[in-house]
């Protein structure tokens, strides 16, 4: 059993910056991709950005492509998410999913699909404030 627990979110003014972090408790290591997918009030889940199983290929949305970056470190079983020249619209709270499959194959769905999710964390708030 995999458990994931983010952190590092919290409020932040428009234009600044947070990094998120998501531990993972169980080995993954390179077994699997890791994504990050937010959700707004009143909002559906949106993808973040996603990073293959060896930590060699990512994947942003055109909403944060060049404001995010994807990281892991499978010696420390953690997935990071840097965001940078944050907007108010990024108000969201924040998750981390282990993928059930290829990179790709499950970022091609749009919204997420909680079935290509293996395992999902709890979530961290990230509030952008003018």
């Known amino acids: 059993q995999v458990q994931l627990v983010e952190s590092g979110g919290g409020s932040v003014q428009a234009g600044g910056s947070l990094k998120l972090s998501c531990a993972a408790s169980g080995y993954i290591g390179s077994n699997c991709g890791m994504g990050w997918y937010r959700q707004a009030p009143g909002k559906g889940l949106e993808w973040v950005g996603a990073i293959n199983n060896l930590g060699t290929s990512t994947y942003y949305p055109d909403s944060v492509k060049g404001r995010v970056t994807v990281s892991r470190d499978n010696a420390k079983n953690t997935l990071y998410l840097q965001m940078n020249s944050l907007r108010t619209e990024d108000t969201a709270v924040y998750y981390c999913?282990?993928?059930?499959?290829?990179?790709?194959?499950?970022?091609?769905?749009?919204?997420?699909?909680?079935?290509?999710?293996?395992?999902r964390g709890q979530g961290t708030q990230v509030t952008v404030s003018s």
């Open positions: 999913a282990t993928l059930a499959k290829p990179m790709m194959a499950v970022v091609r769905s749009v919204p997420p699909r909680e079935a290509d999710l293996s395992y």
